[in-house]
Each structure stands twice: as C-alpha cells, then as structure tokens.
C-alpha cells in the first residue's frame, strides 16, 4: 500500500470519527428569558397605636461631624411598643432631618417615619 493511500485513509478515519463528537443544538431549545416589570410600589401603611407612647428616650450623644444623630423612639408592634436605637445619618446639603416621632388624633396616635425634608 502507498504512503499516499494510507495518509488519506487515516484522514478519512480521523475525521468520521471527529464527526461523531460534535453536538449540533437546535435554537429553539435554548431558554428564553423574559425581563419581568418591576414590581408595583408598596402601599403605604399607617400606624396607629391606640395608646400612647412611653416617654422620650434621653441620649447623651457627642457631635460627629458630617453627620447628625437620629434618636432613638418606640415602635408599635400590635400589641405593645419596642425601643429602635438610635443611629447616625449623614448630612445632605440643603436638607433638614424631621425625626421619627408620634402624634395624637382622636384616631389614636399615629406614627410619621424620620424623613430628610428640602429646606
């Protein structure tokens, strides 16, 4: 047998047995991802206790330049109030901070979240 015939049945060989490795995919089969839309704002809930808050918590806290302390209050949890320490807030430029705090209505006494206010 020539050199020839056997270089070409040995590449012959190599490539039907190469063929058998590769692995076609169909486009169909590939996942599909869909970009679900962003979920609908929660709904504001408004708490009302229906006794008053325990008294003002008293902290002795030192300034702490770029940022202002938010002081510590009591949170109702439907049956009873829970102490929230109180935590640092940096400083925005323009801004003042309204702390957390209760106010009565005839309802009962509402909660209002410490919020940055413009101003």
Wanted: proline share 14%; hydrophobic share 35%.
């Amino acid at each position: 047998m020539s050199i020839r015939l056997l270089a070409v049945t040995s590449l012959v060989v190599a490539a039907a047995l190469a063929s058998g490795c590769v692995e076609e995919r169909v486009v169909h089969d590939r996942p599909v991802y869909v970009q679900q839309p962003p979920p609908p704002p929660r709904e504001y809930v408004e708490v009302v206790a229906p006794r008053p808050p325990p008294p003002v918590i008293v902290e002795n806290v030192q300034p702490r330049p770029g940022y202002i302390w938010a002081r510590s209050y009591y949170r109702w949890d439907g049956r009873q109030y829970v102490t929230v320490r109180g935590h640092w807030e940096p400083v925005r430029p323009g801004y003042h901070y309204v702390h957390p705090h209760w106010e009565q209505r005839p309802d009962g006494w509402h909660w209002r979240a410490g919020v940055w206010v413009v101003g």
